[in-house]
C-alpha cells in the first residue's frame, strides 16, 4: 500500500489573531479579516478557508488538499481550494504594500490621521496606488522644474481665486519673472512662461488626485474602446496577414471577447498592430474639466488647460496603462478557464465510446468506491465495498460486482491507477 505525500514541518507562529481552527503560517499572513471576506466572497464557511490557508502554508499542493484533506476543508473541490490561495496572496500583497506606504509617509513625517484612516479602509492596490500618489517620490517632471522656478505660489493663486470676480492674473504672473536667471533652465521669460509653469504644477496635483483618478476608472471601465491599427508599412507583410482582421479594429473595451483581446496584443507584440485603450475624448477632459476648472473668471481658461494638458499627458496614458494590464489578466484567466473547459470535456470523453461501465476506485481504509455508468455517462449506481480480510464484507463485494455485472449488463469494467 503506497503512503499518501507528507506537508512538510514548519516551525510554530508566533501570535495569531485567529481561533485554532483559522490560524496559518507566518508567510500569509493570513488573518481573520482576511479569512472571513474570502469566506464571503466564495461563498463557503470562515473555517474551511482557515482550515485551507493552514494547509497551504504548510506547503501542502493544491491538487493533495483536494484529494486527501476533503475532512479538513470541509469538501472544498480544487477550483474553489485555488480560488483561496489566488485571494490570499492578493490580499497578502495588498497588505504588503499598504504597510510599504504607511513606512514611507511616517519615515517622512508626512503620516495623518485622515491619511491613515483612508489607508486603511483602502481594499484594492489602485485605490491604494491614488492615496499614494500625491506623495510618492517623484522623478524630475515639468512640474517639478516649475517648483524649482519658484511658480507654485502662482499655481496656488489660481486654484484659490476662481470663484473671485476680477482677479488681476497678469500682475500676479509677472511677481515670478526672472528672465536674466544664472541658469537658463530656471528662467521665467515673461507671463506666458510663468502661467504655463503654474499649469504644469495644477496638472500634476490633478493627476495625483484619488477621485479624479477614481472618476477616470470609471470612465474607462464603462466607455472606454479598444482600437487596433496595422503599424505603418507592415501591411503588405506575409506574416502580418493573420492579423488582417485587425488592421482597423474597434471594439468596446468591456465587451470584447479574450481571444480577440490576446490575437490583438500578440500582432502589437510582433511589431504588426498598434493598440489604444481609449474613452471617447471629450468626455473625458470634460469630466476632469467639471471636476476642478469651476468660477467663470480669468483664471478658470487657465484651469481649463490644465485639465486638458493632464488628461492628454498624464492621467489618460496613467488609465491606458491601468487598463492594459488589467485587460490582459482578465483575457489571460478567461483564456484559460477556456482551455480548463475544453480539456475537461476531452478527458471526461468516454475512452471506450457509448458503453455500459463498471467504475472502481481502489481504496483500503475507506474501501472501494463503485459506480455503474449508462452508455451516455449517467449515474446508475454507486456503493462502497471492501476488499480486505475474509468473510461477510469480502463476500458481498464478490457478489455485488457479480450481480451488477448481469443486472445492468456491463460491457466494460474501469480500475483506479492502483492508488488506494
Known amino acids: 500500500m503506497r503512503s499518501l505525500p507528507q506537508t512538510s514541518a514548519r516551525p510554530p507562529?508566533?501570535?495569531?489573531?485567529?481561533?485554532?481552527?483559522?490560524?496559518?503560517?507566518?508567510?500569509?499572513?493570513i488573518n481573520v479579516t482576511h479569512v472571513e471576506r474570502i469566506a464571503r466572497e466564495l461563498g463557503v464557511k470562515a473555517i474551511q478557508v482557515g482550515a485551507t490557508a493552514k494547509l497551504l502554508a504548510d506547503g501542502a499542493t493544491v491538487p493533495?488538499?483536494?484529494?486527501?484533506?476533503?475532512?479538513?476543508?470541509?469538501?472544498?473541490?480544487?477550483?474553489?481550494?485555488?480560488?483561496?490561495?489566488?485571494?490570499?496572496e492578493q490580499l497578502v500583497a495588498l497588505d504588503d504594500r499598504r504597510a510599504s506606504i504607511v513606512k514611507s509617509l511616517e519615515e517622512r513625517k508626512l503620516m495623518t490621521d485622515v491619511l491613515r484612516a483612508k489607508i486603511e479602509k483602502a481594499e484594492t492596490l489602485n485605490t491604494l496606488e491614488d492615496i499614494f500618489a500625491p506623495f510618492?517620490?517623484?522623478?524630475?517632471?515639468?512640474?517639478?522644474?516649475?517648483?524649482?522656478?519658484?511658480?507654485?505660489?502662482?499655481?496656488?493663486?489660481?486654484?484659490?481665486?476662481?470663484?473671485?470676480?476680477?482677479?488681476?492674473?497678469?500682475t500676479e504672473a509677472a511677481?515670478?519673472?526672472?528672465?536674466?536667471?544664472?541658469?537658463?533652465?530656471?528662467?521665467?521669460?515673461?507671463?506666458?512662461?510663468?502661467?504655463?509653469?503654474?499649469?504644469?504644477?495644477?496638472?500634476?496635483?490633478?493627476?495625483?488626485?484619488?477621485?479624479?483618478?477614481?472618476?477616470?476608472?470609471?470612465?474607462?471601465?464603462?466607455?472606454?474602446?479598444?482600437?487596433?491599427?496595422?503599424?505603418?508599412?507592415?501591411?503588405?507583410?506575409?506574416?502580418?496577414?493573420?492579423?488582417?482582421?485587425?488592421?482597423?479594429?474597434?471594439?468596446p473595451l468591456k465587451s470584447i471577447p479574450s481571444h480577440r483581446m490576446l490575437a490583438i496584443r500578440r500582432g502589437e507584440k510582433e511589431g504588426f498592430l498598434l493598440m489604444r485603450i481609449q474613452p471617447p475624448e471629450e468626455a473625458a477632459t470634460q469630466l476632469v474639466t467639471h471636476m476642478f476648472a469651476k468660477g467663470g473668471n480669468t483664471l478658470t481658461e487657465q484651469m481649463k488647460l490644465a485639465c486638458a494638458d493632464c488628461y492628454k499627458r498624464l492621467l489618460g496614458p496613467s488609465m491606458e496603462t491601468e487598463f492594459r494590464?488589467?485587460?490582459?489578466?482578465?483575457?489571460?484567466?478567461?483564456a484559460v478557464k477556456v482551455f480548463a473547459d475544453n480539456l475537461r470535456e476531452l478527458l471526461m470523453a468516454a475512452p471506450l465510446g457509448q458503453k455500459r461501465l463498471l467504475g472502481i476506485d481502489p481504496g483500503f481504509r475507506t474501501g472501494c468506491k463503485t459506480?455503474?455508468?449508462?452508455?451516455?455517462?449517467?449515474?446508475?449506481?454507486?456503493?462502497?465495498?471492501?476488499?480486505?480480510?475474509e468473510g461477510n464484507s469480502l463476500m458481498h463485494a464478490k457478489t455485488l460486482v457479480l450481480n451488477l455485472v448481469e443486472r445492468f449488463k456491463i460491457e466494460a469494467i474501469a480500475i483506479g491507477n492502483g492508488t488506494a
Not at 507562529?13 to 499572513?29: D, F, H, I, Q, V
Not at 517620490?137 to 489660481?158: Q, S, V
Open 13 to 29: 507562529c508566533g501570535p495569531r489573531n485567529l481561533s485554532p481552527t483559522m490560524s496559518a503560517a507566518s508567510e500569509l499572513n
Open 64 to 88: 493533495f488538499i483536494s484529494r486527501y484533506r476533503k475532512e479538513a476543508t470541509g469538501m472544498l473541490d480544487e477550483v474553489q481550494i485555488l480560488a483561496v490561495k489566488d485571494r490570499l
Open 136 to 170: 510618492r517620490p517623484k522623478r524630475r517632471t515639468r512640474a517639478t522644474i516649475a517648483k524649482e522656478k519658484g511658480l507654485e505660489p502662482l499655481a496656488d493663486f489660481i486654484e484659490a481665486n476662481l470663484a473671485t470676480p476680477a482677479p488681476d492674473l497678469a
Open 175 to 251: 511677481k515670478f519673472l526672472n528672465p536674466d536667471h544664472e541658469n537658463e533652465e530656471l528662467r521665467v521669460k515673461d507671463a506666458a512662461d510663468a502661467l504655463a509653469g503654474a499649469r504644469d504644477i495644477i496638472a500634476e496635483r490633478i493627476s495625483d488626485n484619488a477621485e479624479a483618478r477614481a472618476a477616470l476608472r470609471k470612465l474607462f471601465a464603462e466607455q472606454a474602446t479598444v482600437l487596433s491599427k496595422v503599424m505603418f508599412g507592415k501591411e503588405t507583410e506575409a506574416d502580418a496577414q493573420k492579423f488582417r482582421d485587425y488592421f482597423d479594429w474597434t471594439e
Open 325 to 334: 494590464l488589467e485587460s490582459k489578466k482578465k483575457a489571460d484567466a478567461e
Open 371 to 389: 459506480v455503474v455508468l449508462d452508455a451516455q455517462g449517467q449515474l446508475l449506481f454507486n456503493d462502497v465495498i471492501y476488499l480486505l480480510g
